[in-house]
């Protein structure tokens, strides 16, 4: 199996009162991001930790209330996993539980293509789904342009990292950019879709580090359709199905995600290369995912 050793770390698997708790406990919050590989990381955090893991669907209010996380972690005391599409960030800090956020960012025109295949098949009356299903992509991507309707192929990664709780029709400023990557600088546990394996291995780094001891080895989950090879190919599709007025209307409206993302991308792979045997770590990974599949 492809994994660290744990570190000897004691915690009471109960909640406590602070005032006793010499060791907060440590809880893994994985942010899920829309259509960024986050059903393999929840299906990763499922394989190890079974019923302590919690996909919790209670949007509205974790999307208010900045500290109803702790809420849930109070009323299900033998939770150590749990996995949100609309955590708050960042998680407040807490006397009681030591928060590990997890959060997978994705080329955002890369991620439009893998939204609307999605929604297309998606059994759901949303208005995402049902438009899919009746729209090319050229007219999806339209009308997902549109300041009425939810922005989530418009800077939708900026929004998450800094405030999910944002009126769709507020265009994100470079303010909030800023505050993206202070965010991106202190959390070790940010990763890429595109550099899956190199996140997971940096993953599995820092939580060698803790009282856990996980198997990051996996099988993708929910993947939408075959890709062409490369990016410049993948780009060159979607531009010629969104015609070029489009296609430059959707890259303008999601300039500081693109922003993000390469910082992003170029820290995920500085963070590897500093791995003591990385090269080998990723290779580990990648016999123990065959050897899964």
């Known amino acids: 199996m492809f994994r660290f050793a744990k570190a000897s770390i004691n915690t009471n698997p109960e909640f406590l009162d602070s005032s006793v708790l010499l060791v907060k406990k440590t809880i893994i919050a ?28 209670d949007d509205t209010r974790m999307r208010k209330e900045r500290e109803y996380i702790f809420e849930v972690l109070k009323a299900k005391p033998k939770l150590r996993a749990l996995s949100s599409h609309s955590l708050r960030l960042p998680v407040p800090s807490s006397d009681v539980w030591d928060v590990h956020t997890i959060v997978m960012l994705r080329d955002p025109m890369l991620r439009v293509r893998s939204v609307y295949d999605f929604e297309r098949k998606q059994v759901a009356d949303t208005p995402g789904a049902q438009n899919a299903k009746r729209m090319n992509i050229a007219e999806y991507v339209a009308w997902r342009l549109q300041d ?12 998450y990292l800094t405030s999910n709780s944002m009126p769709q029709r507020f265009s994100p400023t470079s303010e909030y950019l800023e505050e993206a990557i202070s965010f991106v600088e202190k959390n ?20 060698s580090k803790t009282e856990f001891e996980i198997d990051f080895s996996y099988q993708k989950q929910n993947v939408s359709r075959a890709r062409a090879v490369s990016r410049e190919e993948r780009l060159a599709e979607l531009e010629s199905d969104l015609g070029a ?49």
């Open 30 to 57: 994985h942010a899920h991001i829309f259509k960024n590989a986050g059903t393999t990381i929840d299906w990763i955090l499922e394989r190890n930790f079974g019923s302590g893991f919690q996909d919790d669907r």
């Open 148 to 159: 009425d309707v939810a922005p989530t192929i418009r800077n939708m990664q900026i929004r």
């Open 188 to 207: 070790p546990l940010i990763g890429v879709v595109e550099l899956f394996d190199e996140s997971v291995v940096l993953f599995s780094e820092h939580f």
């Open 245 to 293: 007025e489009l296609y430059a209307r959707l890259m303008s409206a999601n300039e500081l995600d693109m922003q993000l993302y390469e910082f992003t991308k170029a820290a995920v792979v500085k963070r590897f290369e500093l791995v003591d045997g990385a090269d080998q770590k990723l290779d580990d990974l990648r016999s123990a995912c065959r050897a899964l599949a």
